[in-house]
């Protein structure tokens, strides 16, 4: 990681390509997630499947990430991101087409997400955090923003281009082609582009650029120990594991939501992509103010405002400028959620052991996106709406940003290398 000597626009020129790799990364693997809500009504009628067995694919898929990240987290900081992420982009590609052999069997359905989660492991926010992070740092949260606006874009893309997929050619071709299109895509662009900290470093010391140079650079910050002690990144884990549970819950079920309030199929299709759209703003935003302002503070603010976003879906009737405006910040909010988390770990852990640590928040990601959607699916079947939902996401939302608020000051990672107890 850099230590502030290079300017943010020397940052940029040395790291552009590995930042377009990484979006592009990203957006491949968030197709799954962002195009499921619009393959929920087409399976759910023709199977006769409940919400929740729907969302059970999701869930299970996010355990296994729960338990594998912090392995991933060792073999990142051992090996780098892109070891991990090109074998990653094709097993997932593969996952996703397999999706079009769905029998009916929900044994069958339940098996086919697994193996997508052992793929996505490969190439999950992690690996393109770490490699971005550790190149930046003047400029590091607009880096940051720029590479999780991958997933933002996958939210304002696939919506609309799964519903139009089905339309066109069924919901078992739309697999087939969102599969190969973005894998293709992505394995092109990361074999050519994506190169982290330690693939630099492994070409500077083949060219004998430094002496006694081993497999991964030095980085600052917290031992293991350290992290597991630090109320900071507890704040951070609890406050990411709810945020994760109600919005993704709130987004696999989102068309279905709006559907509940009486706009068409096609109409919340597009809102969802609108939603998507605005989520790109949202975390570009976030990052130029990361790069300027408290994390804690920006992340605080922004988190509480998803509160807001399911408050204005719980009218009875809202009117279609409510509807609007909620999904216009449920969709600001939502694309900055990854980030802030990201940013935030990277200032309060360090690089050092990045890939452990934010292994370790990865699973209490995963664990709230595996709980989310079968969460709102089961309120759904037990209440027969989502009110429930919204109403206590709205509570539990204005926690969690309260938990952001209350975060100390960034550790000074400079002074600490020169053995300085000093803050920042």
């Known amino acids: 990681m850099n230590t502030g000597t290079t300017t943010a626009a020397q940052e940029w020129r040395g790291g552009w390509k590995t930042v377009l790799a990484a979006f592009i990364g990203f957006l491949s693997f968030s197709t799954m997630i962002a195009s499921m ?50 074998p990653g982009l094709f097993l997932s590609a593969v996952a996703v087409v397999a999706m079009a052999t769905n029998t009916g069997s929900a044994a069958y359905w339940i098996f086919l997400w697994l193996f997508y989660a052992v793929g996505g492991l490969f190439v999950n926010t992690p690996v393109w955090t770490a ?25 304002a893309i696939m919506p609309p281009l799964s519903v139009l997929l089905i339309g066109w050619f069924g919901w078992r071709m739309a697999f087939v082609w969102l599969g190969l299109g973005w894998g293709i895509l992505s394995l092109v662009v990361c074999y050519l582009y994506f190169f982290d900290a330690h693939d630099r470093h492994r070409a500077s010391a083949a060219r004998g650029e430094q002496d006694g140079a081993t497999d991964r650079p030095d980085f600052p910050g917290l031992g293991l120990a350290e992290a597991w002690r630090s109320p900071a990144l507890w704040q951070i884990g609890i406050s990411i594991l709810i945020i994760m549970a ?12 709006l559907v509940e309030t009486g706009v068409s199929r096609e109409m919340a299709a597009g809102l969802a992509g ?32 998803a509160a807001v976003a399911f408050a204005l879906l719980m009218n009875d009737s809202p009117t279609s400028a409510l509807i609007v405006a909620a999904m216009l910040v449920n969709g600001y909010t939502a694309g900055a959620k990854l980030h802030i988390a990201s940013y935030l770990t990277v200032r309060y852990a360090g690089m050092r052991n990045f890939g452990k640590i934010y292994g370790m928040i990865s699973s209490l990601v995963a664990i709230g996106s ?45 002074a600490r290398q020169r053995n300085v107890p000093a803050m920042a």
Do not use: C
């Not at 109600?246 to 939501?257: C, R, W």
């Open 370 to 414: 595996g709980v989310g959607p079968i969460l709102a699916g089961g309120i759904y079947d037990m209440s027969g709406g989502y009110g429930p939902f919204l109403m206590g996401g709205a509570v539990a939302l204005a926690f969690s940003s309260l938990l952001l608020l209350l975060l100390p000051r960034y550790p000074d990672w400079t």
């Open 246 to 257: 109600l919005t993704i819950g709130f987004l696999v079920h989102q068309i279905e939501i």
């Open 37 to 86: 809500s619009a393959f929920m009504g087409p399976l759910a009628e023709e199977f006769g499947w409940s919400r929740t067995l729907l969302s059970t694919g999701t869930g299970l898929s996010s355990i296994i990430t729960a338990l594998l990240a912090p392995f991933l987290g060792v073999l990142m900081d051992r090996y780098g991101s892109r070891r991990l992420a090109l």
């Open 274 to 305: 609108m939603a998507g759209a605005m989520g790109i703003v949202g975390k570009l935003v976030t990052g130029a103010l990361l790069d300027r302002y408290r994390g804690n503070l920006v992340g605080g603010l922004t988190m509480g405002s």
């Open 131 to 155: 490699a971005v992070a550790g190149i930046f740092n003047r400029s590091q949260g607009l880096a940051l923003a720029v590479t999780l606006a991958g997933a933002t874009a996958a939210h």
